[in-house]
């Protein structure tokens, strides 16, 4: 499960904040596993065995920070916001 949770903030961050990738990615594992379950359940633990395999590329390739999502950018536009406006106003 986690490392679905990182490739999909992977694809969502790399989509620009569109969720049709991630759904896609969704969409597609879980019909493949069912499938795959069903049928050849050996192929479920290689799907799996891939996934996590590029989880832990994603997360070494692209770093944790990288991964944040939206809310980096909100927490430092804040603090940059508040130390312009602590300087205007001579507060320290």
């Known amino acids: 499960m986690l490392a ?6 992977y694809l969502y961050n790399e989509s620009g904040g569109k969720t049709l990738l ?23 633990y290689v799907l799996t065995t ?3 395999i590029t ?4 997360v070494i390739i692209y770093r944790p920070k ?11 536009e804040s603090a940059s916001q508040e130390v312009i406006l602590k300087g205007q106003y001579g507060v320290q």
């Not at 990615?25 to 049928?39: C, G, K, M, P, R």
């Not at 989880?55 to 994603?58: E, H, K, Q, R």
């Not at 990288?66 to 430092?76: M, T």
């Open 22 to 44: 991630p759904i896609l990615f969704h969409t597609t594992w879980n019909i493949a596993a069912q499938v795959s379950l069903e049928t050849f359940p050996e192929v479920t």
């Open 4 to 9: 679905g949770g990182i490739i999909m903030t």
């Open 66 to 76: 990288n991964l944040a999502g939206r809310a980096r950018y909100a927490i430092a």
């Open 55 to 58: 989880a832990v590329l994603i």
């Open 50 to 52: 891939l996934q996590m």
